[in-house]
C-alpha cells in the first residue's frame, strides 16, 4: 500500500475482517466503508492503524466508563476488549451481537440503545 496509489481497505479486508458475515455481502456498507478510508486518507489510515494498544494507561481513568466488544469482531476481539474494561476502574462492560468491528455501522439502533440505557443509569 502506497500513499498515491491508496483507495481505501480492499472490498476483501473489509468483507473478510470487519464485517459480521450477515454483512459481509452488503455492497452499499461496503462501499461506505470504502469511502470511509478514502476520506479518512493514506497517512491518517497509516497512523490509526500503528497506534500502540499495549501501555494505554486505562487504570487513571476516573471518569464513568462504558467499554462495548462486538461478539464477532475478529479484529478486536471480545477477550481482549474485556481485558480493556477490567483495566479501567470500575468500567462496565458490555457484548453486543450481529457485528463484526464495524459496530456503530453494523448495529446503530443496538449500540444507541446500550449507550442510552447506560447513560441513564449513570
Not at 22 to 41: C, E, H, K, S, Y
Not at 64 to 71: R, Y
Request: overall charge negative; glycine content about 4%.
Amino acid at each position: 500500500m502506497q500513499p498515491t496509489t491508496f483507495k481505501g481497505l480492499s472490498h476483501t479486508a473489509i468483507a473478510a475482517k470487519s464485517l459480521h458475515p450477515d454483512n459481509a455481502t452488503d455492497p452499499v456498507l461496503i462501499a461506505f466503508i470504502q469511502q470511509m478510508g478514502r476520506d479518512l486518507g493514506y497517512d491518517r489510515f497509516v497512523t490509526q492503524s500503528l497506534l500502540p494498544r499495549k501501555d494505554v494507561p486505562a487504570a487513571t481513568l476516573s471518569c464513568p466508563t462504558l467499554v462495548i466488544a462486538s461478539a464477532e469482531d475478529v479484529l478486536r476481539p471480545p477477550e481482549e476488549v474485556k481485558e480493556l474494561s477490567e483495566a479501567i476502574p470500575g468500567a462496565s462492560f458490555k457484548i453486543l451481537s450481529g457485528s463484526g468491528h464495524m459496530l456503530p455501522l453494523e448495529q446503530p439502533q443496538q449500540l444507541a440503545t446500550e449507550i442510552t440505557n447506560w447513560l441513564i443509569k449513570n
